[in-house]
T-cell receptor, first 113, second 113 residues
Framework: GEDVEQSLFLSVREGDSSVINCTYT??????LYWYKQEPGAGLQLLTYIFSNMDMKQDQRLTVLLNKKDKHLSLRIADTQTGDSAIYFCAESMGGGATNKLIFGTGTLLAVQP | ETGVTQTPRHLVMGMTNKKSLKCEQH?????MYWYKQSAKKPLELMFVYNFKEQTENNSVPSRFSPECPNSSHLFLHLHTLQPEDSALYLC????????????FGQGTRLTVV
């Protein structure tokens, strides 16, 4: 079945770069996502990447995709205390008019001042 | 603010109670979803609706009963729940097609006592 795995916890110092890793199993996934969840809040889409791309950059965020190894990573440059949250990677399943997402367990990012 | 509104934000109910969760979006999206987020587990997709029609039930126990009267509203009716059903229930909506952004509500924090 579908399975998306992430490490559970990452601690970095303010100003450093953070790299959150994710592995997925479904090679037919065409879109992969990174969501952020702050305490007491729902999920906020940070960025997504289409499977024919290797890299996508959006301001402080860089997504790298290694389709051969089914490995996805999110790099946050100049990490700030406001980046402290849980980060979920997700792959898009199914087709047609709906967009089912299979999520990883989430990585808790703690940014130390 | 994502445009997806869930009520109530918090709910405590006894195992013999009947309650309902509500989700509303006026984004013009065709698809709506219920997800369950339990501690230390990945988000689990529960139900998918496309233009009011249920397209997926992910082996959810019958004590959870969804209702989608129109494309803008989604309910989750709850009855005779168990303490292990305590979780954050997230609603999401998306426009047609894969690769589109799924917008999440803030969630309802449910505690079953």
């Amino acid at each position: 079945g579908e399975d998306v795995e992430q490490s559970l916890f990452l601690s970095v110092r303010e100003g450093d770069s953070s790299v959150i890793n994710c592995t997925y199993t479904d090679s037919s996934s065409t879109y992969l996502y990174w969501y952020k969840q702050e305490p007491g809040a729902g999920l906020q889409l940070l960025t997504y990447i289409f499977s024919n791309m290797d890299m996508k950059q959006d301001q402080r965020l860089t997504v790298l995709l290694n389709k051969k190894d089914k490995h996805l990573s999110l790099r946050i440059a100049d990490t700030q205390t406001g980046d402290s949250a849980i980060y979920f990677c997700a792959e898009s399943m199914g087709g047609g008019a709906t967009n089912k997402l299979i999520f990883g367990t989430g990585t808790l990012l703690a940014v130390q001042p | 603010e994502t445009g997806v509104t869930q009520t109530p934000r918090h709910l405590v109910m006894g195992m013999t109670n009947k309650k309902s969760l509500k989700c509303e979006q006026h984004l013009g999206h065709n698809a709506m979803y219920w997800y369950k987020q339990s501690a230390k587990k990945p988000l689990e997709l529960m139900f998918v609706y496309n233009f009011k029609e249920q397209t997926e039930n992910n082996s959810v126990p019958s004590r959870f009963s969804p209702e989608c009267p129109n494309s803008s509203h989604l309910f989750l009716h709850l009855h005779t729940l168990q303490p292990e059903d305590s979780a954050l229930y997230l609603c999401a909506s998306s426009p047609p097609g894969r690769g589109t952004e799924a917008f999440f509500g803030q969630g309802t924090r449910l505690t079953v006592v």
